[in-house]
């Protein structure tokens, strides 16, 4: 079925020929708006009355129709719209866009709308269809469109693909006045039948879409978005995201510190790192990211350079790139030997550079400076320059001298003008057929160039799914741990005992002792844990915990860090492994990083060295560092658990986990489960 449909799909957005069923000025907008593409084929009205539509002859019925058409814009009311697929299915259309609403967007208002939705996606068996409740699609390679209102695309040759399920949001990227050259729009609506993943599936298939923008409300179906990201990788067509919302994550029964910290979207930004697909976080940022990619492709590593004849700006981008990946790497030898014989000893030399107007109006001379910022250790390198609106040919010497690094050095290169609207379009245009990407703001080539950098080869394993039974039990503290502990988890040394018992009984461990009380999830609160307790001192403290039954456990020496690990259950995106610094300020430092199981040793590795903690695990100021293997084997042993009892498992938590130099122990434990 997979096949069949992305084969389908590849039919109805390039299509060779074209119907519209419906009257009204929507269907009409529709057929014009494939005149003014200069679509080639032919273009079928369908309506039972009009002789002719937006200048087209009409026909009667579907069945009247030449031939079985490609694609199909819909566009009669929702209840007429399923018997109208339904026809179009057994005619053997290729595929059709159903503009109409009030199907399961509307449930909230009209129960009867996903019945609807249902019939629909049953009356168009094997045929794909977009939507409900959508645009419909325009591709501006082939001029080919079913699209019912007014758009920015114009003819190109290649370009990037933009997916939304926002008919609207969709509208506002093509009037954007960047100079990006947009391939495809694509609205998914409800996507009653057909995903995004899916679509995008399709879209790879087109050797003339140089990269795919995806604006996302919700993944679905995880797997289909897997195999689209191996698949995109594989054809070297990199995606990014525009990921809104929050999943559909319930953590109203929740007890751990996890559950608190890995928010709602921590699953989808874990699922898209997973992925390789680089995240975005506004409109702009989408439009920029995708005009690099299309002009230069993914970068390799995150050492910028930026040169500018202003200190101003130099000290501007370098303030922005902080808290970013992005580093200014110093000017290598033989950078300052081409930078000092072209600007001569005046300048001062560094990364970032202010090379001052000795040179400016000198197309030669600027490029030979320009190029000098580039090299093997610079990944991507920028120019500042704003075009004024008075009278920006004065300025075609930057262009000029853009255009030429670009050709000589073959180096990325941009041109970024720090205010948006000061860099003109037809000059963007004109950057771009050259290879050098024209950046409207500064924050915008800082966060553009950080996401290219950012696209990766997806994870080859596939996420573990969970379980959907609702959790129903929480483990005593020892349980937990003697359940972790059989996958390889260290656990203190412990004994359990009564208040009644613990006078009498004896004590084979070594002091001083922990003593909590069982039956507890958060026992601090509760004051139900006392530490460093020596053995003359256990029975009277035992007496203050307040709990029937006590655990009792040696304590653990020689303490480097703590950590917080834990696993819970994400019904949108799989198991969310979260680690961060634990104890009981957890939740206060707020110092996580999360991954989707499942994961591998190098992964976790990676993790752990992004946190503010990571030092302390070194060994900081003198203090010994923890042993990072054991470490990594504490979270692939509570991995290994959660594995093998994925249907039923909810929430597993170790913190502290309890780092030293020489092991890693997990002193507290908690298991949520069916």
């Known amino acids: 079925m997979e096949n069949h449909l992305t084969r389908d799909l590849n039919r109805l957005i390039r299509p060779k020929s074209i119907a519209v069923v419906g009257g009204g000025n929507w269907c009409a907008d529709v057929i014009r708006q494939t005149d003014i593409m200069g679509f080639k084929g032919p273009v079928w009205p369908v309506h039972p009355k009009a002789r002719s539509v937006a200048g087209h002859k009409a026909f009667k019925k579907i069945t009247d129709l030449p031939a079985p058409p490609d694609a199909v814009f819909v566009g009669v009311n929702r209840h007429a719209t399923i018997g109208v697929v339904e026809q179009l299915a057994k005619f053997g259309a290729g595929g059709a866009v159903c503009f109409a609403s009030g199907f399961s967007e509307a449930n909230a208002e009209d129960a009867i709308g996903s019945i609807l939705q249902d019939q629909l996606v049953t009356a168009a068996s094997g045929m794909p269809i977009l939507g409900p409740n959508c645009y419909g699609f325009i591709n501006a390679l082939d001029g080919a469109l079913l699209w019912p209102d007014q758009h920015g695309c114009k003819s190109v040759k290649r370009g990037v693909a933009i997916l939304t399920q926002s008919s609207n949001i969709a509208i506002n990227l093509t009037m ?81 510190h996890t559950a608190s910290l890995a928010g709602s979207d921590t699953g989808a930004e874990a699922l898209l790192k997973r992925l390789g697909i680089a995240r975005v976080k506004t409109l702009p940022d989408m439009l920029e990211t995708l005009k690099l990619l299309h002009c230069l492709g993914p970068l390799q590593g995150t050492n910028i350079a930026s040169i500018s004849c202003s200190g101003g700006e130099a000290s501007l981008i370098a303030d922005m790139a902080m808290g970013s990946d992005l580093t200014f790497p110093p000017l290598s030898l033989e950078q300052q030997d081409i930078l000092r014989t072209t600007l001569g000893p005046m300048v001062a030399l560094n990364n970032p550079l202010d090379y001052h107007t000795y040179i400016w109006r000198d197309p030669d001379a600027m490029s030979r400076a320009w190029a000098g910022m580039t090299g093997p250790n610079i990944d991507m390198t920028f120019t500042i320059v704003d075009y004024p609106k008075t009278d920006p040919k004065d300025w075609d010497c930057a262009t000029q001298a853009a255009l030429l690094v670009r050709k000589k050095t073959g180096a990325p290169f941009a041109v970024v003008a720090s205010i948006p609207e000061l860099m003109p379009e037809h000059i963007a245009n004109k950057l771009i057929q050259g290879g050098v990407v024209p950046f409207n703001g500064l924050r915008e ?168 903690c990571f030092r302390l695990l070194q060994g900081y100021r003198g203090k010994p560092s923890a042993n990072l293997a054991s470490v990594v084997r504490a979270i692939l042993a509570l991995q290994s658990y959660v594995i093998a009892h994925a249907d039923t498992v909810s929430e597993v938590e170790i913190n502290p986990l309890i780092c030293t130099s020489q092991e890693a122990i997990a002193a507290d434990a908690l298991i949520r489960k069916a």
């Not at 990014?240 to 953590?251: C, H, M, P, R, Y």
Request: charged share 15%; aromatic share 4%.
């Open 176 to 256: 954007q006045k960047r100079g990006l050259p947009i391939a495809y729009t694509v609205t998914c609506g409800n996507m009653a039948q057909t995903s995004q993943a899916e679509i995008a599936a399709a879209l790879l298939d087109d050797a003339r879409v140089t990269a795919i923008g995806l604006h996302i409300e919700g993944f679905g179906d995880t797997s289909a978005w897997e195999k689209l990201a191996q698949k995109a990788y594989a054809k070297k067509i990199p995606m990014i995201a525009l990921k809104v919302g929050a999943s559909d994550q319930a953590q109203s029964a929740t007890i751990s």
């Open 445 to 612: 080539a800082i966060v553009a160039t950080q996401a290219a950098s950012n696209i990766r080869h997806p994870a080859k394993a596939t996420l573990l799914k969970p379980g959907i039974t609702p959790a129903n039990q929480t483990l005593t503290e020892i349980r937990a741990k003697q359940e972790i502990a059989r996958y390889g988890v260290c656990i203190p040394r412990y004994q359990t005992a009564t208040q009644k018992s613990i006078l009498c009984q004896k004590i084979d461990l070594h002091p001083p002792f922990a003593i909590k009380g069982i039956g507890l999830a958060h026992k601090s609160e509760y004051g139900a844990i006392l530490l460093s307790v020596p053995s003359e001192e256990l029975a009277q403290a035992a007496a203050t915990i307040g709990t029937p039954e006590l655990l009792i456990e040696e304590m653990v020496s020689g303490s480097v860090v703590e950590l917080l690990v834990g696993i819970i259950r994400d019904p949108a995106h799989g198991f969310i492994l979260t680690v961060g610094a634990g104890g009981i300020l957890s939740e206060v430092l707020k110092d996580t990083a999360s991954l989707l199981l499942p994961t591998t040793a190098a992964d976790i590795e990676a993790a752990l060295s992004t946190l503010n």
